[in-house]
């Protein structure tokens, strides 16, 4: 499992839709499909990039173009509130 970071999704700060807490932790996900696996395809199914908040657990799920890591050290992201 990989440290908690910030993220950012298209330039913004990125919250967990649940409890609006701010840090994550990544995990890719395979998003497998049962007639995939019935016809031994699995390997070509896709996977996703989970960030999993580190408050409440929920997973938000990324497909295609993901979230960037935030660093605060290099500022923060614009609309973002900073208390
Ligand atoms: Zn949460």
């Known amino acids: 499992m990989s440290t908690s970071r ?6 913004r700060a ?10 994550f ?3 890719e996900v395979k998003l497998n ?7 031994g395809l699995a390997w070509a199914n896709r996977s996703a ?4 908040c580190d408050s409440c657990g929920y997973a938000h799920l990324f497909t ?7 660093d605060p050290a ?3 992201p614009a609309g973002t509130v900073t208390d």
Not at 15 to 21: K, P, S, T, V
Not at 33 to 39: I, N, Y
């Open 64 to 70: 295609g173009k993901h979230p960037e890591p935030w």
């Open 33 to 39: 499909t049962t007639g995939a696996e019935f016809l």
């Open 6 to 11: 910030l993220a950012t999704v298209r330039g």
């Open 25 to 27: 932790r990544s995990r």
């Open 74 to 76: 290099q500022g923060y």
């Open 14 to 23: 990125l919250r967990c839709l649940i409890c609006g807490d701010r840090e």
């Open 49 to 52: 990039l989970a960030l999993v």
